[in-house]
């Protein structure tokens, strides 16, 4: 069964710091460009940042550089996002999702194939 599964999410104080993990299950993401987009409630779902397959290409959403950070593991299955300097309207469900093509301009969920079942998190004093 081809799963994607996030975690890491959870609670924080504006300005601090969380690291979300992407585990692939069922299938290698080495072939495979990573994306991570987020849901605010009462939002539409929006891209946060890409990562093509080798690692060597990464996109930004603007609300978010210089302060999130996409990597991936690929020995390990794994895709990372490094989130600092949070601030609330950073609060949303975070979710990875492992698709064929890379864009260093776009970021649409259309881009994707799989999907993960979303992490939450929450920045809030």
């Known amino acids: 069964q081809l799963q994607l599964v996030e975690s890491g999410g959870g609670l924080v104080q504006p300005g601090g710091s969380l690291r979300l993990s992407c585990a692939a299950s069922?299938?290698?993401?080495?072939?495979?460009?990573i994306g991570w987009f987020r849901q605010a409630p009462g939002k539409e779902r929006e891209g946060v940042s890409s990562i093509s397959s080798d690692g060597g290409r990464t996109n930004y959403a603007d609300s978010v550089k210089g302060r999130f950070s996409i990597s991936r593991d690929n020995a390990k299955n794994t895709a990372y996002l490094q989130m600092d300097s949070l601030k609330p309207e950073d609060t949303a469900v975070y979710f990875c999702?492992?698709?064929?093509?890379?864009?260093?301009?776009?970021?649409?969920?259309?881009?994707?194939?799989?999907w993960g079942q979303g992490t939450q998190v929450t920045v809030s004093s």
């Open positions: 069922g299938f290698s993401l080495d072939d495979y460009v």
């Open positions: 999702a492992a698709g064929g093509y890379y864009s260093d301009y776009d970021l649409w969920d259309y881009m994707f194939e799989y």
